[in-house]
Each structure stands twice: as C-alpha cells, then as structure tokens.
C-alpha cells in the first residue's frame, strides 16, 4: 500500500478522531525532510474527497452517502453556508473544501460527522447547475497564458486564458469569458474570452461589467429583430369593433419623469349614485407579442426589464417597449382594462375586465400631479379627477391598515451622473401621495385580476384554470426569533405572538417611524421575510395581507404580466383554448422569480457601486450616520445622507480593548464601557475608498458625543 492509501485506512480505523498534519506525521515517521511533501498529500487526499478537513486544520474520516442538495452562498473571505430550502440551518463549507463551486451554484454537499451542539459541516462532492456560464473580470497576460482577475469577490480563483482563446484581448481591459469544464479543484479555472467590454475607466464599462457578470443580455438576438422588421403594426378595424371603444374618456398616465414606456393608464369618474368608477387600462403586449413567437422567447428568458443606475435594460425591444405598447398620449392603443365600480370607502362592488382601445388624453409626471395636489389649479381640466383620486387613494390606504398591509417606506436614492457616468449627486427617494395613487390603484387591479380567476377555480364545474399568482408567504419561526433578538437589543418593543399576522409589522413600522432607527430596522425586517415569488399555487400574499395577488399591470417589462394576459385572455373567450399547461406554468413561475432576483441584485449593484464612486470625491469628510452592522472586525456605518455603507474598524475605535459580543448586536470597551450597538447614532469621517472592490473605509469623528459608557 501507498502512503496515501495508508494514511485513509489509519483515519478509517479511527473513525471520530481528528488529527492535525504533524501528528500523522509523526505517526508515520515522516522526516523533517519529506514533511511538506507530506503536507501537498494530505491536501491532494482532502481535495479528492478521501479524507476530510474540519476546524482548526484537523484532518479526519468522514461519513460516507449523507448528503444535502442546495444553493452555495461563498462569502468573500473564501467559506460558505449550504443554503437548503426548507431547512432551517445552514451547512458551514471551508474553503479547503469549496471543491469547484462559484458563489450560487446548486451543488450536492456530503456531510461530516458533528459532535453533540456542534454546527452541520461538509465538503461539496458535486456541481449539479452553474449559477454563472460567464465570468467577468480584468484580463493581464503571461508568458505562457493569461489570466482573469474576477471582479466578483466571491470568485477566489483566478480564470486562466489559453493565449488562443483571448481574441486580441489587451492587458489592463474588462472582459466576458465563458467558463470551460472545471472537474480539477487542484487547477484553477480555464476560460475562453467571449467578449471585450473596455477600459474600467471607459464611460459605461462599470455598469456594464455588472449586468454581464449578472447574465444579463443587453442586445437582442438577430432573429428577433427580423420578427419585428416582418410584424404588421396596423390594427385590424375588426379588432377595433370588438373591443370595449375607451377613445372618449378622459385616460391619462402618470409616471417618472425620465420614463419611456407608458404601460397603465388610468381613469377616475364619478357616477349619478355617487359611486366611483376607476379604469385601470394596462398595455395589451400580448396582441403583438404571441405565443411561441421569438420575442415571446426572448422576453420569457430576459423575464423582466432591468433599471441599472445608467440605462434601461428593457425585456422587449424599444419598438415595442417604447413605441407600439406604449401608452404615450394623444394615439389610439390596445388595452386590458380592468373597470370597477366603488363606493367611498374603497370598497369593490362590482368590475368588468375586458379588452379595450384607449387614446390617453395627457401624460403627467409624478411631479406634476404633486404639484396639483399640493397647489390645486382650477384651470387645470384634470385638477378635479386628481382631487377626487387622491381622496379615493386615502380610502383605498385605510383598508390597506385595516388588514394590516405593510407599508415599509423606502430607502432608495436616486443618483444623479454626468456625461461619463461620473456620479454627481445623491438623493433620497421620497415616496408622496402622486406616488401612493398609483401604487393603490395597480394593488386593487392586480388584486381583482388574482380573485377573478381564483373564483373560477372554486366554482362547482371541477375545471382547473391555472394561472401565475405572485406569492409572498409567511415569515418562518426561525427568522422572526432572530428578528426579535435583533430588535430586543435596539431596545425596540416587539411582541412575537403565536399567530403571525402583517399587523404586528405594521405597529412596528409605526413605531420606528420618523426615527434614526427607522432605517436599519426597515433593512433587517425586510431580510426577515420571505421573499416573493411567482407560483401556479395561490398561498396570498403576506405583505400586502391579501387573499389573491397577481402580477397584472406591467407587461412592457415583466414576462408574467405579460402571460398573465395571454391566459386571462382564453379564460375571457366564450371558448377558451389555453395552450400551455400548469406543468409548464410552473416552469415560467420560476424561471421569472430567478430572472427577477438577478435583476435585482444586479441594479443594487450599480447603485452601490455610484454610492461608493459618489463617496471618492469626499475623503476627509465628515458624515452623520447609523451604525448598521456589527461583526468581530469593526462596525459598519450606513451614511444617512447617502445610504452608503462603510466599515469602521476594529484597530481604529478609540483607546480601549473592544470585545464583540455577538447576541447583543456591538462591540464592547473592558475598561471604558463604551459600546458601539446597532442602531447607534456616530459621526464618521471617510478615509478610504475602493471602488474596484466596492468598499468605504470611515473612522470615526467627535466619538465622545456619540456613544455613552453602558455599564
């Protein structure tokens, strides 16, 4: 036998035991000669699953076929945590025994054996699905190859690059690679450059770098731009005659001010018996983009349209985004309207939903309506039907409370840039009553849409008719507890009760609401819950604390609006021929919440990456800020005039030796008693900004007024 196999059947034999290298060793007579030799075995046998590496160094026999199958989360300083749906604790995966997993892979993970109280642990011993086919990164060359630095901090290799495969990629440039097979933990990752993005510095190539690293396509296949070069644009007049003519009523739009694409409308009347009736008239996508068509593929794939803090990356292609779809006043266009008598308390006592024509009348931006509403204009045609809007909005928002529907307030910033993407100022969005009008009015048309086919489904025919519901569920047990926790040492009241309810998050909310503590507690109580998702199976929606809840209002940028309208559409017909099943459904469900995670993380990539950028040109200055995290290293500070977050620390608190202590959320002075707690209000001044990596370094100013001692 080898020394390798010598070494598995000695830690098979002793089952349970740990060892450090140098015991082996010693217990294989080693010389001091031969011992790093012996140091590349042992690492070559952990590597190739035969033996297993736990805290500390310790090397020893594993259990064997236990395994869990999840979503890996690497974090930057290199180990990670097996995410396993369903399970509430986590599986702990060193770096050693990472094997050749990315960040977000679906991976299998065996587990090793674990004393009594001790925290699941294991090795991943498969790569089941790539989170990522593309890597990106800033390409330099060798001698012999070159190489790609990832700009992803959770990538802890760098990708080689056979010279032939770099395509006249420059040293020094951002880079597009796809990843080749990679079986070899022992060998870093090799690639091929697929695409050249620029110089970091070019104008553009930041922003970008993120949406390709989050496998977002920015250009449209060519297949799908000779569709739409082939598509008839002209309405047909017997499609005009059967839909519900809207050409006469008073129709407008009210969106941001840099919008492009106007996808609702809205209409607001009273009536003789003193009942309103409001029109929410949403783009009808679907009569241009059919089913099995290439732009039904692309936009199925795409899933939604992506707001990076530059550009727009839309779903669909401009033509119809912005042009054929697009809501813009004075044209006739193709609706879905959903029409709804109510009474003034925001009560529904009947609808119509049903497929229209409508020629907007005017297009408002939400300043403008603002404007209205704080300053009526008599002379402004439209000033009555905002007045009576915003009356039925307050209505509308008091049955939201009385259900105990969440209202979390925002914590987004609108960045200002100049000409190159440089950022030049940072503003707090402030959500007001222009934006409130909107918001209720799409709830209650995405609400009435949700109940209506789910009626359908709960009548006596037995007749299943699937539809896509947008879902948010219940927080879990476990994450309220940490929750708790969480605000017990803020000093903030919250009583956890039996019964999880959205009224209990609504006092709270309330209760931090206007205080320095509103943000962080918005942050974690946001992380707290479950996130929502897209299904066939209809569980309501938490958030909101409604029954039904659907995706309705949005087809231009989101795909299961977009199919939502395809399928209410066969439902509406008096023979209706539905041509995908619920096995099918349910693959787009999840497709879409994917793609609406990537989109996601990837606009508050580029927002934080301007936020970093935004904070260069104010080293040396000082900021008044709240502490938002609390680790061994330091505190983190999120920047109240910017919501930039930076890190404070440890070795820079001032004159004391500072223990973290863990369950009560700050760092401790042994011989001031000064802690630094979640939540705490502190003054910093910016030493250090990288914006490469993406990273503020602060340290902190006037700390005598900031924190008391706490004894």
Same mark, same amino acid.
Request: charge should be neutral.
């Given at each position: 036998?080898?020394?390798?196999?010598?070494?598995?059947?000695?830690?098979?034999?002793?089952?349970?035991?740990?060892?450090?290298?140098?015991?082996?060793?010693?217990?294989?007579?080693?010389?001091?000669?031969?011992?790093?030799?012996?140091?590349?075995?042992?690492?070559?046998?952990?590597?190739?699953?035969?033996?297993?590496?736990?805290?500390?160094?310790?090397?020893?026999?594993? @259990?064997?076929?236990?395994?869990?199958?999840?979503?890996?989360?690497?974090?930057?300083?290199?180990?990670?945590?097996?995410?396993?749906?369903?399970?509430?604790?986590?599986?702990?995966?060193?770096?050693?025994?990472?094997?050749?997993?990315?960040?977000?892979?679906?991976? @299998?993970?065996?587990?090793?054996?674990?004393?009594?109280?001790?925290?699941?642990?294991?090795?991943?011993?498969?790569?089941?699905?790539?989170?990522?086919?593309?890597?990106?990164?800033?390409?330099?060359?060798?001698?012999?190859?070159?190489?790609?630095?990832?700009?992803?901090?959770?990538?802890?290799?760098?990708?080689?690059?056979?010279?032939?495969?770099?395509?006249?990629?420059?040293?020094?440039?951002?880079?597009?690679?796809?990843?080749? !097979?990679?079986?070899?933990?022992?060998?870093?990752?090799?690639?091929?450059?697929?695409?050249?993005?620029?110089?970091?510095?070019?104008?553009?190539?930041?922003?970008?770098?993120?949406?390709?690293?989050?496998?977002?396509?920015?250009?449209?296949?060519?297949?799908?731009?000779?569709?739409?070069?082939?598509?008839?644009?002209?309405?047909?007049?017997?499609?005009?005659?059967?839909?519900?003519?809207?050409?006469?009523?008073?129709?407008?739009?009210?969106?941001?001010?840099?919008?492009?694409?106007?996808?609702?409308?809205?209409?607001?009347?009273?009536?003789?018996?003193?009942?309103?009736?409001?029109?929410?008239?949403?783009?009808?996508?679907?009569?241009?983009?059919?089913?099995? !068509?290439?732009?039904?593929?692309?936009?199925?794939?795409?899933?939604?349209?992506?707001?990076?803090?530059?550009?727009?990356?839309?779903?669909?292609?401009?033509?119809?985004?912005?042009?054929?779809? !697009?809501? @813009?006043?004075?044209?006739?266009?193709?609706?879905?309207?959903?029409?709804?008598?109510?009474?003034?308390?925001?009560?529904?006592?009947?609808?119509?939903?049903?497929?229209?024509?409508?020629?907007?009348?005017?297009?408002?931006?939400?300043?403008?309506?603002?404007?209205?509403?704080?300053?009526?204009?008599?002379?402004?045609?439209?000033?009555?039907?905002?007045?009576?809007?915003?009356?039925?909005?307050?209505?509308?928002?008091?049955?939201?409370?009385?259900?105990?529907?969440?209202?979390?307030?925002?914590?987004?910033?609108?960045?200002?840039?100049?000409?190159?993407?440089?950022?030049?100022?940072?503003?707090?969005?402030?959500?007001?009553?222009?934006?409130?009008?909107?918001?209720?009015?799409?709830?209650?048309?995405?609400?009435?849409?949700?109940?209506?086919?789910?009626?359908?489904?709960?009548?006596?025919?037995?007749?299943?008719?699937?539809?896509?519901?947008?879902?948010?569920?219940?927080?879990?047990?476990?994450?309220?507890?940490?929750?708790?926790?969480?605000?017990?040492?803020?000093?903030?009241?919250?009583?956890?009760?039996?019964?999880?309810?959205?009224?209990?998050?609504?006092?709270?909310?309330?209760?931090?609401?206007?205080?320095?503590?509103?943000?962080?507690?918005?942050?974690?109580?946001?992380?707290?819950?479950?996130?929502?998702?897209?299904?066939?199976?209809?569980?309501?929606?938490?958030?909101?604390?409604?029954?039904?809840?659907?995706?309705?209002?949005?087809?231009?940028?989101?795909?299961?609006?977009?199919?939502?309208?395809?399928?209410?559409?066969?439902?509406?017909?008096?023979?209706?021929?539905?041509?995908?099943?619920?096995?099918?459904?349910?693959?787009?469900?999840?497709?879409?919440?994917?793609?609406?995670?990537?989109?996601?993380?990837?606009?508050?990539?580029?927002?934080?990456?301007?936020?970093?950028?935004?904070?260069?040109?104010?080293?040396?200055?000082?900021?008044?800020?709240?502490?938002?995290?609390?680790?061994?290293?330091?505190?983190?500070?999120?920047?109240?005039?910017?919501?930039?977050?930076?890190?404070?620390?440890?070795?820079?608190?001032?004159?004391?030796?500072?223990?973290?202590?863990?369950?009560?959320?700050?760092?401790?002075?042994?011989?001031?008693?000064?802690?630094?707690?979640?939540?705490?209000?502190?003054?910093?001044?910016?030493?250090?900004?990288?914006?490469?990596?993406?990273?503020?370094?602060?340290?902190?100013?006037?700390?005598?007024?900031?924190?008391?001692?706490?004894?």
């Amino acid at each position: 036998m080898g020394i390798k196999s010598n070494i598995v059947a000695f830690l098979n034999e002793n089952q349970g035991k740990l060892f450090k290298t140098k015991e082996l060793a010693r217990h294989f007579k080693i010389p001091e000669a031969g011992y790093q030799d012996f140091k590349t075995v042992i690492k070559e046998l952990v590597t190739d699953g035969k033996i297993y590496k736990y805290k500390k160094g310790k090397v020893g026999a594993g @259990r064997r076929n236990v395994t869990l199958v999840g979503r890996i989360d690497i974090k930057s300083q290199g180990y990670g945590f097996l995410l396993v749906e369903g399970q509430a604790e986590d599986v702990y995966i060193s770096e050693d025994n990472m094997g050749t997993a990315f960040d977000g892979d679906l991976v @299998r993970v065996e587990l090793f054996q674990r004393g009594k109280g001790k925290k699941k642990e294991g090795r991943v011993v498969e790569v089941i699905e790539r989170a990522r086919v593309n890597i990106v990164g800033v390409y330099f060359t060798g001698k012999s190859r070159g190489t790609i630095v990832p700009d992803d901090l959770e990538i802890h290799r760098d990708i080689i690059v056979p010279h032939d495969k770099s395509h006249d990629a420059k040293p020094g440039q951002k880079v597009v690679a796809k990843l080749a !097979s990679w079986k070899d933990a022992r060998r870093n990752p090799e690639a091929e450059i697929i695409e050249i993005l620029g110089y970091p510095d070019d104008p553009g190539v930041d922003v970008l770098s993120i949406a390709k690293s989050h496998n977002i396509q920015t250009d449209f296949p060519a297949n799908v731009q000779a569709e739409l070069d082939r598509m008839d644009i002209t309405i047909d007049r017997d499609e005009i005659v059967r839909r519900l003519d809207l050409r006469d009523e008073m129709i407008f739009t009210i969106d941001p001010e840099d919008a492009k694409d106007f996808d609702d409308a809205i209409s607001l009347t009273r009536l003789d018996n003193g009942n309103y009736k409001l029109g929410v008239h949403i783009a009808d996508v679907s009569y241009f983009v059919r089913a099995k !068509s290439a732009l039904d593929r692309v936009a199925r794939e795409r899933g939604t349209s992506i707001y990076l803090v530059d550009r727009v990356i839309p779903m669909l292609p401009e033509r119809l985004s912005n042009d054929l779809c !697009s809501l @813009r006043p004075n044209e006739d266009h193709l609706c879905f309207s959903v029409i709804m008598e109510m009474n003034s308390d925001g009560e529904v006592l009947s609808y119509q939903i049903v497929e229209s024509i409508i020629n907007s009348k005017r297009r408002f931006t939400y300043e403008q309506v603002q404007t209205l509403i704080e300053t009526p204009d008599e002379s402004d045609p439209l000033n009555s039907v905002i007045q009576m809007m915003l009356v039925l909005n307050k209505a509308l928002l008091t049955r939201r409370e009385a259900r105990g529907g969440l209202d979390f307030g925002s914590n987004e910033v609108k960045i200002k840039l100049d000409e190159r993407g440089k950022p030049i100022g940072v503003e707090r969005y402030i959500q007001k009553d222009s934006h409130r009008i909107i918001e209720e009015f799409m709830i209650l048309a995405n609400r009435i849409v949700a109940a209506h086919v789910s009626n359908m489904n709960d009548d006596k025919s037995g007749k299943e008719y699937p539809y896509v519901y947008r879902v948010h569920e219940k927080p879990s047990v476990e994450k309220l507890e940490e929750f708790r926790k969480f605000l017990l040492a803020l000093n903030v009241d919250f009583v956890l009760r039996k019964k999880v309810n959205p009224k209990m998050f609504q006092r709270l909310i309330d209760q931090v609401r206007g205080t320095e503590k509103e943000i962080i507690v918005g942050d974690v109580m946001t992380r707290s819950m479950m996130k929502a998702k897209y299904d066939v199976k209809n569980v309501g929606h938490f958030g909101l604390a409604l029954k039904y809840y659907s995706h309705f209002t949005s087809p231009i940028r989101r795909y299961p609006d977009l199919i939502g309208h395809r399928i209410l559409k066969s439902y509406l017909a008096k023979q209706p021929k539905l041509t995908i099943d619920k096995t099918e459904l349910s693959k787009i469900c999840e497709l879409a919440t994917s793609r609406e995670i990537a989109a996601q993380e990837a606009e508050r990539e580029s927002v934080r990456l301007k936020k970093v950028e935004f904070m260069e040109d104010h080293i040396g200055d000082e900021f008044k800020g709240i502490i938002s995290g609390v680790a061994s290293y330091g505190i983190f500070v999120e920047i109240i005039e910017t919501l930039a977050e930076g890190l404070v620390h440890i070795s820079t608190l001032p004159g004391d030796y500072y223990v973290h202590d863990k369950d009560r959320y700050r760092l401790y002075g042994e011989r001031t008693h000064r802690a630094f707690q979640l939540g705490d209000v502190v003054h910093v001044k910016v030493i250090r900004v990288n914006t490469q990596d993406k990273l503020i370094d602060l340290e902190l100013a006037d700390t005598a007024d900031d924190v008391e001692p706490q004894y």
